[in-house]
């Protein structure tokens, strides 16, 4: 175990993945938790993350030295860097020149680190501050325009960082330096594979669940609960039923691909609920985006207790577990893992019911959406589920904007068919990470179509790449696509009259529009 103390959300969650990348499992803990309590985790070394720009800003985290006294490895990365340097006796100064984005850096003494590297690495800076002396006893290995001290290392002691961020893409050779300190410095065994994953993940299981136990599993058509799914059908076999609750907010033809393919592929029994009149009546009235997420959340509960009682009387034996895909960065998101402001409250995290009479299983709770992929084919689940683009629980009842309809799902269901179906003939689909389409429901514009005046609705194509959903951009689909997507669905949806695209990263915007 390789601990990621987090010093700033949105770097962590990178680090610890590129650890992963390693072959070593890393968790990310605040920086608010004691040393007491991260040692007594024992973990093979401790990555500290990049974090606010100046550890003289006001407020700006402190680094208990009890961390860095030699009894556990330690990398500084950035933010992590500086405190290190400062916690350790170097010299921090405060010299208000930043130095950010693609910086070169010069490696001086490549070390056990920078070892078998170029001399000159492009690199990603972002700092106020300037290491300019090393602590006593330290190797300085690189400096760069505005870093005296850009990479240092006391091999005996086994404490390292480096100024720049080697976890992001952008920096060369960042990966090969993050595994120098962990294989080399730290000793830490590449053994967290995918194979170990399924095989220590499976035993979980089985021990959670018990030789009697029975479990039920939410089928959302998603990798993450599918891969789940079969996680649990690997550890249980036919104690797991699968139920698919249709809730009437799936998109066109999602019900058939599960019935099909997933069970196909896993053989698992499935049970399918239809539940669109329970759902909608719910939902009737509703405008707001955080109480549709709740009353969504909490009718797909209400269904799973009504889908248990129907599956005890079939086959008596009490169903104790219900099996969710929740991920890593859904814990992080909601607070549960690196102090991270709650941004919105994820349906298979935030909103579940307090009578609920369900253990949880969450075999996916530590990973992160790549490595569920590649359990997932490790699973032997088909490409299509495997590489599906993750898709929300609350369903279309989140991209329609304003209150969910039947009618107005149909709409929105036809628009989304048609971008769906143009980005899989432009060969896109593994180059874009989501590709969500928004009925703007209460909005209506005019428009001229043949030689009549129309006043319909407008729909939001939102496409984007990501590697984690944490951040995303927009993606700069080629404009042949967007303007057969856009003719299509002008011509072929006639409630719609408008079709724009949303430009905008995130942050600021979220990847959904609700
Ligand atoms: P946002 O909109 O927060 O979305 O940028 C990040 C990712 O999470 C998905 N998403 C959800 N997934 N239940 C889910 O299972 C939810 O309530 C939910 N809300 C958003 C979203 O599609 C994107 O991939």
Redesign the pocket.
């Known amino acids: 175990l390789v601990l990621v103390v987090d010093f700033g959300a949105q770097y962590a969650q990178l680090i610890a993945r590129r650890v992963r990348e390693a072959k070593v499992y890393s968790e990310i803990v605040p920086h608010t938790m004691p040393v007491e309590e991260m040692l007594a985790r024992n973990p093979q070394a401790i990555v500290l993350s990049g974090g606010p720009s100046s550890v003289y800003e006001p407020g700006a985290p402190a680094l208990d030295p009890a961390l860095v006294d030699g009894s556990v490895p330690v990398f500084g990365i950035c933010y992590g860097f500086m405190a290190m340097a400062q916690a350790l006796g170097g010299t921090v100064a405060h010299t208000g020149q930043r130095e950010y984005g693609r910086t070169t850096v010069e490696v001086l003494e490549p070390g056990t680190i920078l070892a078998a590297l170029p001399d000159q690495l492009r690199s990603w800076m972002s700092h106020g501050d300037e290491v300019t002396a090393a602590p006593d006893g330290f190797t300085v290995n690189a400096r760069s325009p505005r870093a005296t001290v850009a990479a240092f290392e006391n091999v005996e002691r086994r404490l390292a960082g480096v100024q720049w961020h080697p976890e992001v893409m952008h920096s060369d050779h960042g990966q090969e330096i993050l595994e120098h300190f962990l294989h080399e410095v730290a000793g830490c065994r590449p053994t967290w594979t995918m194979v170990n994953i399924v095989e220590e993940q499976v035993e979980r299981i089985q021990q959670q669940i018990g030789p009697e136990g029975r479990a039920i599993c939410g089928l ?1 058509g ?1 990798v ?1 609960s599918a891969v789940a799914a079969a996680l649990v059908q690997r550890a249980i076999g036919d104690r797991l039923t699968c139920v698919y609750v249709d809730h009437g907010l799936m998109r066109h033809g999602e019900t058939e691909q599960i019935e099909r393919d997933f069970v196909a592929a896993t053989g698992a029994d499935l049970v399918v609920v239809d539940a669109e009149k329970q759902f909608l009546e719910a939902l009737a009235g509703v405008s707001e985006p955080e109480a549709k ?1 709740k009353i969504i959340g909490r009718e797909f509960i209400r269904v799973f207790e009504g889908a248990e009682a129907d599956i005890v009387e079939r086959e008596p034996g009490k169903v104790g577990f219900l099996v969710q895909g929740t991920l890593y960065p ?1 814990v992080v998101e909601s607070g549960g893992g690196a102090g991270a402001s709650n ?6 995290v935030g909103g579940l019911p307090e009578d609920l009479q369900f253990e949880l299983v969450e075999p996916l709770r530590t990973l992160f959406k790549d490595e569920v992929r590649l359990v997932g084919e490790q699973l032997g689940l088909p490409p299509e589920i495997v590489w599906r683009h ?5 369903g279309l009842g ?1 991209r329609i904007i304003g209150e969910v309809t039947r009618e107005r799902l149909d709409i929105l269901r036809a628009a989304d068919a048609i971008a769906r179906a143009e980005l899989t003939a432009a060969g896109l689909d593994r180059d874009i ?2 590709f ?1 389409v928004v009925l703007l429901a209460d909005v209506r514009s005019v428009g001229v179509q043949g030689d009549g005046r129309t006043y319909g609705h407008p729909v939001v194509l939102r496409p984007v790449t990501s590697e984690d ?1 944490m951040t ?1 951009d927009w993606a700069r689909l080629p404009y042949d696509v967007l303007e057969r997507i856009s003719t299509r669905i002008t011509n072929e949806v006639p409630e719609v009259n408008r079709v724009a695209v949303d430009i905008t990263s ?1 942050p600021p915007g ?3 529009w609700e």
């Open positions: 959302s998603g993450d997420r859904d941004i919105k409250s994820h349906h298979n993750p898709f929300p629980g609350p989140i990470w989501q969500p959903a995303a995130k979220t990847i959904e």
